[in-house]
């Protein structure tokens, strides 16, 4: 039950950045300023990497940033490392009923 | 560091009900005001949310999912519980059990490594 659009696919090489959008509308990203963002490595517990829309939790690389405009939030991921391969999730509050919607993941592939 | 831990039955039949476990450690859900939540996800599917339960036991459910789930809390055992009765090959999902923040709409903090359910006769 998907509902935030992502593009199945990201890729960059080391050092450079990447950028993932997420679509939805204004009953959800547009609506309020609680996107987040997930990272996960199959098989692997997901990471928070980004909440609030911008706001980074501890321990959280500063390459990693969130923004939003309209009803696409993105993430951004600057100096991209190994490491940051892996499968990029966006979720947003979508008001007192629906509450919460994911998006499609994204893959990123560090090249 | 708080650790979250899934357990129940890697399989559960059609029409039947399947039961989760969460285990939380490194942190008293009785002491807290957060909320904690279950998501899934479906093979080569993306993420659901299933549903969330405050500290004090006030529950919030998917609406799709909502005439099938409970959630539910054990403050003494430091565990939280996911039912989701009359299951199908639909719900065969890995389900994360998740820490969110003392705000509800921040998001999932903390979560478990997952357990795969199959829904299978």
């Known amino acids: 039950q998907s509902v935030l659009t992502q593009p199945r696919s990201v890729s960059g090489s080391p050092g450079q950045s990447v950028t993932i959008s997420c679509t939805g509308t204004s009953s959800d990203v547009g609506g309020y300023d609680y996107v987040s963002w997930y990272q996960h490595h199959p098989g692997k517990a997901p990471k928070l990497i980004i909440y609030d829309v911008s706001k980074r939790p501890s321990g959280v690389p500063d390459r990693f940033s969130g923004s939003k405009s309209g009803n696409t939030a993105s993430l951004t991921i600057s100096g991209l490392q190994a490491e940051d391969e892996a499968d990029y999730y966006c979720c947003s509050y979508a008001g007192a009923y629906i509450l919460y919607v994911f998006g499609t993941w994204t893959k990123v592939t560090v090249l | 560091q708080l650790q979250l831990l899934e357990s129940g039955p890697g399989l559960v039949k059609p029409s039947e009900t399947l039961s989760l476990s969460c285990s939380v450690s490194g942190a008293s859900i009785s002491s807290s005001y957060y909320y904690w939540g279950w998501i899934r996800q479906p093979p080569n599917k993306g993420l659901e949310w299933v549903g969330s339960i405050y500290y004090s036991g006030s529950t919030y459910y998917n609406p799709s999912l909502k005439s099938r789930v409970s959630i539910s809390v054990d403050q003494s055992k430091n565990q939280f519980f996911l039912r989701l009765n009359s299951v199908t090959a639909a719900d065969t999902a890995v389900y994360f059990c998740?820490?969110?923040?003392?705000?509800?709409?921040?998001?999932?903090?903390?979560w478990g490594q997952g357990t795969l359910v199959a829904v299978s006769s």
């Open positions: 998740a820490r969110q923040g003392r705000i509800f709409q921040e998001g999932f903090y903390y």
